[in-house]
């Protein structure tokens, strides 16, 4: 046994039994009381432990621009317009650089997984690729880090983007995106991100959907394409802030369609709530989709930051917790059973979405691990608890020794 963590609750609340966690070889070796073996120890004290924290959505290579902004409205077509005035000056040292600041707060935060979303085209070309491949190896030793290649600014409607996707597939990005919202053809767009996505064998993750109204949906279109090509469990879709406007019986619809098909939805509740209800200047709404009334549903689903002190979201520390906790208090989630919910969609859901096969909290799993000062995961997300101490492969990557308080009268 390399390492045993002991006197941890792996179950919610204060009951729960308090258990020894055995790590060799980077996995989970055994999980039982009073284990005894020779091995580095951490006692936990009766701490929450659950898997390490799992980034299903975060722009990587337009992080960190706040320096580099001018004035402007605010608002999406902004926040594109700026980026892609940025993004000429971009090399692979900055976006490295860049990344690499946004990765180590994904660290400190208990992120063991990250998946970004990282755009080609004409004018940035593979420059931003080019910075972020070395992160890949560089930070191996805290998370694993794939990279989704999608046409922000269009596909069809941009020549040259269509042959930058294929290259920078071929060249290290694993998954294929797409933003139809922003092409001529939204659905041309999509008919040939599904025929990328075939030709390599690899999973789909689109933003769509993003706007205030559901007056059409391209959702449909997808569900269609994700049955016809048996690709149910391979397709996820991001934003869908248009969910949000739609009356229960429409939502639920919707999110029935999207079960059938196995489309999985991932929220991004700070983008969502910055960018949207820009259109209205009282009784704003809010654009956020409630994720826990498609869960009800058969949906997976998972909460992510996307961006991270950029036009699109000028803040952020990629802590994962506090999304949860954002998302609870937009959505109005207080109950605790969908309080856990917050939490597994930022766990084991996001997990299920990323289709990791070795993440979980299970003997013969990797030891990707994230400790936590509570006693439940309802409680993490309530609270915002940070990660005390946090393991990858069974290597501790970050400790947080708790604050205290310096009474004066004790």
Same mark, same amino acid.
């Given at each position: 046994?390399?390492?045993?963590?002991?006197?941890? #609750?792996?179950?919610?609340?204060?009951?729960?039994?308090?258990?020894?966690?055995?790590? %060799?070889?980077?996995?989970?070796?055994?999980?039982?009381?009073?284990?005894?073996?020779?091995?580095?120890?951490?006692? @936990?004290?009766?701490?929450?432990?659950?898997?390490?924290?799992?980034?299903?959505?975060?722009?990587?290579?337009? =992080?960190?621009?706040?320096?580099?902004?001018?004035?402007?409205?605010?608002?999406?077509?902004?926040?594109?317009?700026?980026?892609?005035?940025?993004?000429?000056?971009?090399?692979?040292?900055?976006?490295?650089?860049?990344?690499? *600041? +946004?990765?180590?707060?994904?660290?400190?935060?208990?992120?063991?997984?990250?998946?970004?979303?990282?755009?080609?085209?004409?004018?940035?070309?593979?420059?931003?690729?080019?910075?972020?491949?070395?992160?890949?190896?560089?930070?191996?030793?805290?998370?694993?880090? %794939?990279?989704?290649?999608?046409?922000?600014?269009?596909?069809?409607?941009?020549?040259?983007?269509?042959?930058? /996707?294929?290259?920078?597939? #071929?060249?290290?990005?694993?998954?294929?995106?797409?933003?139809?919202?922003?092409?001529?053809?939204?659905?041309?767009?999509?008919?040939?991100?599904?025929?990328?996505?075939?030709?390599?064998?690899?999973?789909?993750?689109?933003?769509?959907?993003?706007?205030?109204?559901?007056?059409?949906?391209?959702?449909?279109?997808?569900?269609?394409?994700?049955?016809?090509?048996?690709?149910?469990?391979?397709?996820?879709?991001?934003?869908? +802030?248009?969910?949000?406007?739609?009356?229960?019986?429409?939502?639920?619809?919707?999110?029935?369609? @999207?079960?059938?098909?196995?489309?999985?939805?991932?929220?991004?509740?700070?983008?969502?709530?910055?960018? /949207?209800?820009?259109?209205?200047?009282?009784?704003?709404?809010?654009?956020?989709?409630?994720?826990?009334?498609?869960?009800?549903?058969?949906?997976?689903?998972?909460?992510?930051?996307?961006?991270?002190?950029?036009?699109?979201?000028?803040?952020?520390?990629?802590?994962?917790?506090?999304?949860?906790?954002?998302?609870?208090?937009?959505?109005?989630?207080?109950?605790?059973?969908? !309080?856990?919910?917050?939490?597994? !969609?930022? +766990?084991?859901? =996001?997990?299920? @979405?990323?289709?990791?096969?070795?993440?979980?909290?299970?003997?013969?799993?990797?030891?990707?691990?994230?400790?936590?000062?509570?006693?439940? #995961?309802?409680?993490?997300?309530?609270?915002?608890?940070?990660? /005390? /101490?946090?393991?990858?492969?069974?290597? #501790?990557?970050?400790? *947080?020794?708790?604050?205290?308080?310096?009474?004066?009268?004790?």
């Amino acid at each position: 046994m390399d390492t045993i963590l002991r006197h941890a #609750r792996i179950s919610d609340g204060p009951d729960a039994p308090l258990l020894d966690i055995g790590i %060799e070889n980077g996995r989970i070796a055994a999980i039982q009381v009073g284990l005894e073996a020779e091995a580095r120890t951490y006692d @936990l004290g009766g701490r929450l432990v659950t898997p390490g924290f799992v980034e299903t959505h975060i722009h990587l290579d337009k =992080s960190c621009l706040l320096d580099h902004l001018s004035s402007g409205p605010g608002g999406l077509d902004a926040a594109i317009g700026e980026v892609a005035r940025l993004k000429r000056e971009f090399t692979p040292e900055d976006v490295y650089y860049r990344a690499k *600041r +946004t990765l180590e707060k994904c660290v400190l935060n208990g992120t063991t997984h990250v998946r970004t979303h990282l755009e080609v085209d004409p004018v940035i070309g593979l420059r931003s690729l080019e910075g972020i491949l070395p992160l890949v190896k560089e930070f191996r030793w805290a998370l694993d880090l %794939e990279i989704c290649i999608f046409p922000q600014e269009g596909l069809l409607n941009n020549p040259g983007t269509d042959e930058l /996707m294929v290259e920078g597939l #071929r060249r290290g990005g694993s998954v294929v995106g797409a933003a139809p919202y922003t092409d001529s053809d939204p659905r041309g767009q999509i008919d040939r991100v599904f025929e990328i996505a075939r030709e390599f064998d690899i999973d789909i993750d689109m933003h769509l959907d993003f706007g205030p109204d559901a007056e059409t949906l391209d959702m449909d279109y997808v569900c269609d394409l994700t049955d016809r090509y048996g690709y149910g469990g391979r397709v996820a879709i991001g934003h869908v +802030t248009k969910l949000s406007a739609l009356p229960p019986e429409r939502l639920r619809e919707q999110a029935l369609r @999207l079960a059938a098909s196995g489309v999985a939805v991932t929220v991004l509740p700070a983008t969502d709530l910055y960018l /949207m209800g820009r259109h209205q200047e009282h009784s704003v709404m809010r654009g956020v989709t409630p994720a826990h009334r498609l869960l009800d549903e058969g949906v997976n689903c998972s909460l992510s930051t996307n961006n991270v002190l950029n036009p699109f979201t000028p803040f952020g520390d990629c802590s994962l917790v506090r999304m949860a906790n954002l998302y609870a208090n937009i959505c109005q989630v207080g109950d605790r059973p969908a !309080m856990e919910e917050c939490y597994e !969609m930022v +766990t084991n859901r =996001s997990a299920r @979405l990323m289709r990791l096969p070795d993440y979980g909290l299970a003997v013969g799993q990797a030891a990707d691990l994230v400790a936590l000062d509570c006693d439940s #995961r309802a409680a993490a997300v309530s609270e915002v608890v940070s990660p /005390m /101490m946090v393991f990858k492969a069974g290597r #501790r990557t970050i400790c *947080r020794p708790p604050a205290t308080i310096d009474d004066p009268h004790s």
